[in-house]
């Protein structure tokens, strides 16, 4: 089942905050972000495991809430390089306990203006 | 080596061609898989290879065929297409498809075009 990624499109101002939030309605055991710029392939950003813990990579961060099947990818101080589409990707356990692949949301259109 | 190296880059073909895409990675990851993604949409996944065997097959047309000859090599083969195949074909590699926390490294794409 596709996550639901919320908003579908942001524009900020360089320096402004942001939040992208992606949610399941899916038992999940990974969340992973990606940015995607035109014409290129996606960028892995991170990956959050289920035990609610939070990672963060210089000015972005992201948070898992397991038992609400949520995530949130927060982008601190924006630059101009931070522009792309933003796709969550989760992933659950099969049956066999492996992991079957990413299912990505519909993704989050971010701009940032000088 | 962290990289997935895809070729052709770009590939026009005709609904009555045979053509294949190929897909290398050197990073001795075990799992393997095949995406498309239309323009403005998310990559949707359709094979997984796990130890060179196929695992998932997301109801994707015969028309499409996957091959994994090898721990490094990933091949997409393409026989009469529809000119709604016209996609972005993404694959990338990963450490293994068991429940592990690793990053899915993404190859840069081949985009192709069916006429």
């Known amino acids: 089942q596709q996550p639901v990624q919320s908003p579908q499109a942001v524009i900020l101002r360089e320096g402004e905050d942001a939040v992208i939030n992606c949610s399941s309605s899916?038992?999940?055991?990974?969340v992973h972000w990606y940015r995607q710029k035109h014409g290129e392939a996606p960028v892995f950003l991170m990956i959050?495991?289920?035990?609610?813990e939070q990672k963060g990579h210089e000015k972005i961060s992201a948070s898992f809430n397991e038992k609400k099947q949520q995530s949130s990818l927060y982008l601190t101080a924006s630059q101009l390089s931070y522009s792309g589409t933003y796709f969550c990707?989760?992933?659950?356990?099969?049956?066999?306990?492996?992991?079957?692949?990413?299912?990505f949301g519909k993704g989050t259109h971010l701009i940032i203006q000088p | 080596d962290t990289e997935v190296t895809q070729t052709p880059k770009h590939l026009v073909m005709g609904m009555t061609n045979k053509k294949s895409l190929k897909c290398e990675q050197h990073?001795?990851?075990?799992?393997m898989y095949w995406y498309k993604q239309k323009a403005k949409k998310p990559p949707e996944l359709m094979f997984v290879?796990?130890?060179?065997?196929?695992?998932i097959n997301e109801s994707v047309p015969s028309r499409f065929s996957p091959e994994c000859p090898n721990s490094s090599l990933l091949n997409l083969h393409l026989h009469a297409l529809q000119p709604e195949d016209s996609a972005l074909y993404l694959c990338?590699?990963?450490?293994?498809?068991?429940?592990?926390?690793?990053?899915?490294?993404f190859g840069q794409g081949t985009r192709l075009t069916v006429v």
């Open positions: 990338a590699s990963r450490g293994d498809r068991g429940p592990m926390n690793t990053e899915a490294f």
């Open positions: 899916k038992a999940l055991y990974s």
């Open positions: 959050l495991l289920k035990g609610g």
């Open positions: 990707g989760t992933e659950s356990l099969n049956s066999g306990g492996g992991a079957d692949g990413l299912t």
């Open positions: 990073m001795g990851h075990r799992a």
């Open positions: 290879y796990s130890y060179e065997k196929l695992s």
